[in-house]
């Protein structure tokens, strides 16, 4: 056996619809040698139904930030396969299969200790208890990333055991070791396409320019989990798409709500990338360092949005930005507000900005590279109060000449 299996890990928090408690989300990754084949950010709940002394006992068990890539994972041929364990002795099962075009999860299994007592209480059986099926919801095209925000459910065939799934992005048979920003996105995740009332058009509030966005605290964590891109924001979309109630194409302006939003990513030596998940849209940053002169930026902008007022996925891409352009070892920071034009039909508007996607030590952003526009708007007011200078000296100058004149003047007469 001469594969390296590498566990990584990295956890993250997230608010489900403003609940305070925060569930995990596990970034889970499957790699022989360097090259990486399953890469998996999954948030899960295990329904468990146990036998008890008087009846059974039903328990939700959500997938733990602690999770690990088991030694059962593999990258191994036509199926390679991901193995999760955590607790006690629990794991959670994908075996991928493909049939030249697309993935899927062939084999799903779950298998958990019954004589863990501390998530099994009052359990009459300590047996070690392995259900699998070969149903699952998840296939995606190859070379795309699965992903499906809303719950999935699979239903284990045993006792009362289900899998919900829910803040899902995956991919298998990867030939990069970052997930794919193409996407085959799940239909529950797709806007439902029945029949719009046509009795009443929907009559929508005129979108109104909302304020300043608050500012969010978005930060990857590499696998051994120290921050390794650290981004400071407020984020506004500017959004032109076809309104389906207005039968017009109209402009919306929108803040990203950074207590409402999901964020994930990864850090290699030369790219980085920050994915960011919201109820509005998905953006995806992909900063690039170039190791010779040791300059980064903002290559890769992606965003998609699904909003019931549009007729189809709004989802665009531009991988030739150089925006957000810094140094190695620190950081890039504006904060004015930056206006980054990615297509003709969305902006993103950036405001109190810090980010240092490479060469992050102590979680800490390095010395900040101000951006321009900052540093014209520190231009200005030099500009202005040198010219005042130099003008306050002309006016002296031409008074002192002129009394030295009139006063020769006054002697002659
Ligand atoms: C999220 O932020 C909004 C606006 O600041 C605030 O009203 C809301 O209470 C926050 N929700 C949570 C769960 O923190
Ligand atoms: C794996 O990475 C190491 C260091 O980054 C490199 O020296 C080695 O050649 C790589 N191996 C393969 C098979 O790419
Ligand atoms: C997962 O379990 C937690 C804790 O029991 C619960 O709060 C949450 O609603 C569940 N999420 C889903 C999607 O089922
Ligand atoms: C039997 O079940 C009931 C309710 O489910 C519970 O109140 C009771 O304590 C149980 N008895 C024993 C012996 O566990
Ligand atoms: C994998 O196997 C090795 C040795 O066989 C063991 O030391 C290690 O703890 C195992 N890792 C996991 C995550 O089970
Ligand atoms: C996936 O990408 C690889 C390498 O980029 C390519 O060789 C392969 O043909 C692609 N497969 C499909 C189905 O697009
Ligand atoms: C599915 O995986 C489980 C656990 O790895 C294994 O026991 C079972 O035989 C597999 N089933 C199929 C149909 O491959
Ligand atoms: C995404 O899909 C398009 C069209 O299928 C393809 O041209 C492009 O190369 C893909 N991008 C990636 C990153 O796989
Ligand atoms: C994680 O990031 C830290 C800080 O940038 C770095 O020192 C460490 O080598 C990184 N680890 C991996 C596995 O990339
Ligand atoms: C939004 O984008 C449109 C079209 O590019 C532009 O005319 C408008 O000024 C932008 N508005 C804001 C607030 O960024
Ligand atoms: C939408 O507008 C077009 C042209 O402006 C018009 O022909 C069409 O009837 C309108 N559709 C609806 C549903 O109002
Ligand atoms: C790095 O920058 C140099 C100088 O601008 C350029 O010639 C080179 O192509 C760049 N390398 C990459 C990988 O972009």
């Known amino acids: 056996m ?24 596990v970034i889970l990754e499957v790699k022989n040698g360097n090259s990486t084949c399953i890469k998996a950010d999954i948030s899960a709940n295990f329904t468990i139904t146990y036998p008890i002394t008087n009846g059974t006992k039903t328990v939700v068990v959500p997938l733990p930030g602690s999770a ?9 041929g036509d199926s390679p396969d991901l193995l999760a364990t955590f607790g006690d002795g629990h794991s959670l099962g994908l075996v991928f299969s493909n049939d030249g075009h697309r993935y899927h999860v062939a084999n799903l299994s779950l298998t958990y200790n ?35 925000l809303s719950p999935s459910s699979v239903n284990l065939g045993g006792p009362g055991v289900t899998i919900t799934f829910f803040n899902l992005h995956m991919q298998a048979y990867m030939h990069s070791a970052n997930l794919s920003t193409n996407e085959t996105v799940c239909s529950a995740d797709t806007p439902t396409t029945t029949a719009a009332p046509t009795t009443t058009p929907i009559t929508t509030a005129t979108p109104i320019t909302p304020t300043k966005p608050e500012r969010g605290n978005y930060s990857v964590e590499n696998s051994t989990g120290t921050a390794c ?33 999901h ?31 040791n300059k980064y930026h903002l290559s890769t902008l992606n965003m998609s949005a699904s909003w019931e007022d549009m007729s189809e996925l709004f989802s665009v891409s531009n991988s030739s930005l150089q925006y957000m352009q810094g140094t190695l070892g620190r950081s890039y920071m504006c904060s004015v507000e930056e206006v980054l034009p990615v297509v003709s039909t969305f902006s993103l ?30 231009l200005v007011p030099i500009i202005v109060g040198a010219s005042l200078a130099g ?16 006063h020769a003047g006054y002697q002659t007469i």
């Open 2 to 25: 001469t594969h390296r299996l590498l566990a990584g890990i990295a956890t993250g928090c997230f608010f489900v619809l403003g609940w305070l408690t925060a569930a995990h989300a």
């Open 349 to 378: 508007n950036t405001f109190d900005l810090q980010v240092q996607p490479f060469g992050v030590h102590n979680n800490e952003f390095g010395p900040a590279d101000e951006c321009r526009m900052q540093k014209d708007s520190m």
């Open 114 to 148: 019954l004589s863990d007592s501390a998530t099994f209480p009052q359990s009459t059986s300590k047996d070690i208890t392995v259900l699998t099926t070969n149903t699952s919801p998840i296939s995606a095209q190859l070379n795309t990333t699965y992903r499906c």
């Open 229 to 261: 891109l650290l981004a400071r924001m407020g984020l506004q979309l500017n959004v032109t798409y076809f309104s389906k109630s207005q039968n017009k194409t109209i402009v919306v302006i929108t803040n990203v709500q950074p207590n409402k939003t």
């Open 263 to 293: 964020i994930s990513g990864s850090c290699e030596s030369t790219s980085a990338t920050l994915l960011l998940t919201g109820e509005l849209a998905n953006l995806s940053f992909a900063f690039t360092l170039n190791s010779t002169t």
């Open 391 to 406: 003008l306050v000296l002309i006016v002296l100058i031409a008074y002192l000449v002129g009394r030295k004149r009139s």
């Open 68 to 76: 690990v890539v088991g030694n059962g994972s593999s990258c191994e």
